[in-house]
């Protein structure tokens, strides 16, 4: 007669190896997953960088850009100075010869003349109005990176919560913190598409 005890034990034999195999299978899907999610990390972190990058760059090229206007600026308010002293000193000086007054007049011409220059010099593009436009382009180009920037910050820190999240699925063998790593990532992956495509601006703190 057979001992009814022993025949639970082939059974379990061979249902231990199944669980494992499935175990072994999560293992591997989930750290796949979790390469995946580090690569997407990286590229998060490299648009970060290059917007923190442009940020601080554009910001160095408008301010110098500003004061170089600025300068130009000085420099215009003289030559405007000093043009008006010639003409006052043209109409108001008795007795001025005329040569004098000549000479006066070329004086008066030539400094309006670089003073409207200082104002404005489309050849060379160093006048203070073209030293202006180029500051708001640079502006322009500092704000657009510092809009882009939240979101590699905010897809960054979410990329590293998915693979923690993830690490500790795998050795709790937990379906449900994968997924909720996965949902992380996902939105990670939206923030770095809006970081580089900016299709919903986002202001930085």
Known sequence: MVDQTEI???VHEHAEPHAEHGDGGFRRLAAIYL???????AISSLGGGKATKEVLNANIHASDTYAFAQAKYLRETVYQ??????????NHLPGLSDEGRAKAAERIQHYRADAARYESDP?????????L?????WEAVRDHAELQ???FEFAAALFQIAIVLGSVAIVALSRALLGLSAI???????LTLNGYLLIVPMAGG
């Not at 436009?133 to 382009?137: E, G, L, R, S, T």
């Not at 992380?184 to 939206?190: G, M, P, Q, W």
């Open 8 to 10: 639970p034990e082939p």
């Open 35 to 41: 390469g995946v999610v580090a690569m997407l990390l």
């Open 81 to 90: 100075l000093t043009a008006d002293r010639f003409e006052f000193e043209l």
């Open 123 to 131: 050849a060379s593009g160093e006048g203070r109005k073209e030293l």
């Open 133 to 137: 436009a180029k500051a708001k382009q």
């Open 149 to 151: 920037d939240p979101n």
């Open 184 to 190: 992380l990532a996902a939105a990670a992956i939206v």
